[in-house]
């Protein structure tokens, strides 16, 4: 679980620093923006590529239970899930969802994480999904602390830009359901 954790350090780390506004933007000033950003990508690369590496080792160890979700659990995760897709997608596609969530992909990331607690009791599983859902409800705090209220800006944003938004993550989400999770995770979600 080393990597696992080094690799949570790295990558929640590159993406907590603007929490703390003064030492990043010493940073930006130090390095100049190119470097920083450069620097903030390969650190972040790193991070996932050890997560992955670490979490992948922890599931073929064996898991190690810390307590065992029932199995209806998984249709209440299928169903938590259904918003996360749309969520990220409107990030960029400006409109009323990412108006009313304000900062999209930290409430999806929210989302993803709770959900994927309640399914997993493996102690790998509970500090991944942990992590991330401690990072994302840290981050949105300080957002708001900072005055970053996210949303839209006035005259930005179309209903065209929802449509977009649902239908394409809706198609996201049945690509997972079908077999996008099986190929990239592992994991099958449908049974079968």
């Keep these: 679980m080393a990597y696992l954790v080094l690799g949570l350090v790295l990558f929640l780390g590159a993406h907590s620093l603007p929490m703390f506004a003064a030492a990043e933007s010493g940073l930006r000033t130090r390095l100049g923006e190119g470097p920083f950003k450069g620097i903030h990508s390969l650190i972040s690369a790193v991070g ?14 064996g898991p190690a239970l810390l307590y065992d979700p029932p199995v209806w659990m998984a249709h209440l995760v299928m169903l938590l899930m259904l918003p996360v897709f749309v969520l990220i997608l409107s990030t960029y596609l400006p409109g009323r969802i990412k108006a009313a969530a304000k900062h999209p992909t930290i409430l999806a990331v929210k989302i993803w994480a709770f959900a994927h607690l309640l399914a997993n009791g493996d102690a790998a599983s509970v500090l991944l999904f942990g992590a991330f859902l401690g990072w994302a409800v840290a981050d949105r705090i300080s957002l708001k602390r900072r005055g970053k209220l996210g949303g839209v800006a006035p005259g930005e944003g179309s209903p065209k830009n929802d449509i977009t938004a649902i239908v394409g993550g809706l198609a996201v989400y049945a690509l997972f359901v079908w077999q996008l999770h099986s190929w990239l995770i592992g994991v099958p979600i449908l049974q079968g």
């Design 48 to 61: 996932i590529v050890l997560i992955v590496i670490g979490y992948g080792q922890a599931r073929a160890a």
